[in-house]
């Protein structure tokens, strides 16, 4: 018969779809979901606890001079792989559930911090706070505009919405 495939030469090539567009082509390239609001936290386990002196206060400048994480202003998360033998006063970002236990049963104590907003959060609340902060502001001040007690005080509204005066008679 007549068309392409009874010509000689090249058939057409795998994705082609006579004419109209391929499949390939009409699904998007990037696929998935990626939050700019996420926070990482570093992963530290206990195993890399049991190396501090008993009785140390483990926080994230202390974690950083033993190379365990690399800068100061990244969150710390411990996780609970491994075991203490030592008493520590743990104070980080994050502490798992195994983690805690595991610290607590050797005599330890956990203290989380709150984390770090990421800076496009932080800077997209700051309008917000400072309008908050006004409205709060002039609450206290009582300076929210009133209307003023005589205006509107010789006229009424008829079921028209049309305004009349007292004697009935429309302006």
Known sequence: MKGAQARSGPNP????????????????????????????????NVRDLA???ANS?????TLRAAGLVGSKREQVKVLGD?????SLTVRVHRVSR?????????GGTV???TPV????????????????AEKAQRAAEGTKEEAPADA??????????RETSKNGSAE
């Open 13 to 44: 090539s795998a994705g082609f779809e006579g004419g109209q567009t391929p499949l390939i082509r009409k699904l998007p390239t990037k696929r998935g979901f990626r939050n700019p609001f996420r926070i990482e936290f570093v992963p530290v």
């Open 51 to 53: 190396r501090f002196p």
């Open 57 to 61: 206060e483990v926080t994230v400048d």
């Open 82 to 86: 491994g075991e203490l033998s030592v």
């Open 98 to 106: 195994p983690a805690r236990q595991k610290i607590e049963a050797a």
């Open 111 to 113: 203290e989380e911090l």
């Open 117 to 132: 907003r990421p800076p496009e959060e932080r800077r997209r609340n700051r309008k917000a706070d400072r309008v908050k």
């Open 152 to 161: 509107g005080a010789g006229e009424e509204k008829n079921d028209s919405g």
